[in-house]
């Protein structure tokens, strides 16, 4: 018998001995938070967590989108002295006095002088897809989902879906 047709056939007797299989569920959340500062981060983890249990999955996915170009969501360890060295990162890399065209109004009408928010939430990105295992997100010892404020002051929204048995 071949591996394919043996594979079926297990499927097969399954069904035919009713045993009832997981419901596939699809859950949606909008998470808002305001921002005090104009780069902030916030550990978003246990509020996300918590999504993930009303939701009722207890195997699946979360994906998480943040719904703003000037934010970012990304994993990483939530340490004072590492937090601080993160916001000095992107100061570097990214130089908010930098000439951009985006802050220039000959060619754009940003008010907001936010061009350096874009640059930095363009390179952590806007979305995350985490593992669900035992109806929490599954995490390292030392991880944290990370809410990224680059433009703030701000009313900010990050769309949670989860979806599973």
């Known amino acids: 018998m071949s591996p394919v047709k043996a594979m ?3 499927a097969d007797a399954t069904a035919d001995q009713n045993v009832p299989s997981p419901q596939y569920k699809v859950y949606n959340r909008i998470i808002d ?3 005090k500062e104009r780069m902030e981060l916030a ?4 509020r996300i967590n918590e999504v993930v249990r009303k939701s009722g999955v207890k195997d699946g996915i979360v994906h998480l989108q943040t719904l703003h170009t000037t934010t970012a969501v990304f994993i990483n360890e939530w340490q004072d002295a590492l937090l ?10 990214v130089d908010r006095e930098e000439y951009y065209r985006h802050n220039d109004p000959e060619f754009s009408d ?4 936010n061009a350096d928010a874009h640059m930095r939430g363009m ?22 989902i ?3 404020e680059f433009d703030g002051p701000r009313n900010r929204t990050l769309a949670v879906q989860v ?3």
């Not at 940003?110 to 002088?113: A, L, M």
């Not at 952590?124 to 944290?144: E, F, K």
């Open 84 to 93: 601080h060295d993160v916001k000095v990162f992107f100061e570097k890399v």
């Open 8 to 10: 079926t056939e297990v």
């Open 123 to 144: 390179l952590m990105g806007q979305t995350l897809c985490l593992q669900v295992r035992n109806a929490t997100v599954l995490l390292g010892t030392w991880q944290s």
């Open 110 to 113: 940003c008010e907001r002088q």
């Open 33 to 35: 938070w305001i921002s």
């Open 163 to 165: 979806s599973g048995v």
């Open 43 to 46: 550990n978003v983890t246990d």
């Open 146 to 148: 990370i809410l990224a």
